[in-house]
């Protein structure tokens, strides 16, 4: 009995304990200080998803730019849908994050556009002939 005894002496003296501390007010601030680490997690959350949505964000622009350009457009009308940066390579000339050979005659010079965000492993690509003429265009993913 006196084990019983001493458990519930022990109990009952945390229970005085913690409602003392709620009627210093430590208990309220401890869970105000729960409540201000929210908005911590909430942000730290927002931090680590941005880079993938702004991925995915500018895959989506890109794809619709890409699908807005036809065969036969001219290359001012295909950096105005992507306005963006881009590298350019003359024939046979490849660039060699993406392609092996470059464009072939009657290509004289293909566009690349990339999205950065997604470390080298979406381009989109544009052929373009000796009147800068859309002849060709290639959307590049890596697995």
Not at 86 to 110: H, I, L, M, N, W
């Amino acid at each position: 009995m006196d084990d019983l005894e001493r458990a519930l002496g022990q109990v009952f003296s945390i229970h005085m304990w913690l409602r003392q501390l709620a009627v210093l007010g430590v208990m309220g601030t401890m869970k105000k200080t729960r409540k201000a680490r929210r908005p911590i997690w909430f942000i730290a959350v927002i931090v680590l998803i941005s880079p993938f949505a702004s991925c995915s964000y500018i895959s989506h622009e890109r794809n619709a730019a890409f699908n807005s350009v036809q065969i036969g457009d001219t290359k001012d009308k295909v950096i105005d849908a992507f306005d963006a940066k881009f590298v350019s390579k003359p024939s046979g000339v490849a660039y060699t994050k993406y392609d092996t050979g470059g464009c072939q005659s009657p290509c004289v010079e293909r566009l690349w556009f990339e999205n950065i965000l997604s470390m080298d492993i979406e381009a989109w690509s544009f052929d373009l002939d000796k009147e800068g003429r859309v002849i060709g265009k290639g959307k590049w993913n890596s697995p």
